[in-house]
Structure formats: structure tokens, C-alpha cells
């Protein structure tokens, strides 16, 4: 009888751990089958997450950006051109004025160079290089050298470096803004630059 109860029990234990082996297989295949969705669903979010991070949803925008900025700028190379400017200083006067060469370079600047002169002796030379910095705006980088027989004792004015011209208002002239005289005090120098025919 205890024999009997034995064997029993014992085919009781083996057919629960056979039922478990088969509800863990079916378990498993129940997961593999579900795994493309939800292999899919993850990759669904990973796109909304990009989406709205700006590192990935901006950087396409970015490099067209800087695309179109390079083919402007080699358009408005391209576009340059060579040409003469009338200029003044007022002490030379404004009826009879000089004029400087403004030739393209290789990048925004110009080369400018010229003169004014008047049968006294006095003059204004400009020499260096000159860019477009706005509609109103010019930079230069170079020489200015005045001379007028009644300023300065005589002597040559030289300003050098980096200078800028302005038009004021709605003049369509553009004045050195480093205006005093080498003199000092209140004598002004007014260099004047015009507009002309380069592309300047």
C-alpha cells in the first residue's frame, strides 16, 4: 500500500514539472513571436525622440544653411568688378577731384589706390584695401597721407591701419571717420570717397 502511494506521488511531481517545462516553451514562443512588434515599437520611438531633438532635426537645415551662404558668397565674388572713384579732401577742394583705382582681390576686399592733388603742391593719396562692411559702412586697411601747405606746418598727415567711412544720412559719399588733422586741436581733415563705377 505504501509502495503503491509512492509511485503515485512520484507521477504526480513528474507530470506538474512536465506541465511547467510546456507552459515555460509556450511562454517563451509566445514572446519571440511578439518581439518584431515590439522591435518596431521601440523604433517608432526612437524616431519621435529624434524628431525633437534638435542635434538631429536641425542638422540637415544647418548644412543647406551653410550651402546656400558659400554659393551666395561665390556668386557675389563672381559678381565683382573693377572701376574708378572719384575723392576729395576739402582743403584741396570738392570742384576738382581725384580719383583712386578699386580692383577686386580674391576675397571681399579691394584694392584701392589714387589721388588728389592741386598745382600748390597739397595732396591726398590713398593706398591700401577696402571692403563693403554695409550699405552705409566701408572698412579700410592701409595708408592716408594729407598734406596741405597751411596745416601741419607743411608737413604730411599719414594715418595708417584699419579705418572706416560713413554715409551719413543719405549722402552718397562715404567720410574717413578718423577726421583730425595731424595738427590736433580742432582742424578736421574731410577724405572723402564717391560712388563710381566698380562694384565696390
Known sequence: MVRFLGLSIKKLVMKLITNLLLITTISISISCTQNPRSNQNKMETKKEIDSINPEFSYKPEIEDS????????????????????????????????????????NDEWYRIKGSQKNKAGDYLTIDG??????????????????????????????????????AKDDRTYFRLQNMTNCEGGMLVDYVDIYAGTSSL
Open 129 to 166: 584695401k577696402i571692403k563693403r562692411i554695409s550699405k552705409k559702412e566701408l572698412e579700410f586697411d592701409g595708408t592716408i597721407i594729407t598734406k596741405v601747405s597751411h596745416n601741419n606746418n607743411s608737413e604730411p598727415c599719414v594715418k595708417e591701419g584699419k579705418q572706416s567711412f560713413f
Open 66 to 105: 551653410l550651402s546656400s551662404v558659400k554659393s551666395d558668397e561665390k556668386t557675389y565674388v563672381a559678381n565683382k568688378k573693377a572701376g574708378k572713384h572719384p575723392i576729395s579732401l576739402q582743403w584741396i577742394g570738392w570742384d576738382i577731384r581725384g580719383n583712386v583705382e578699386v580692383t577686386p582681390m
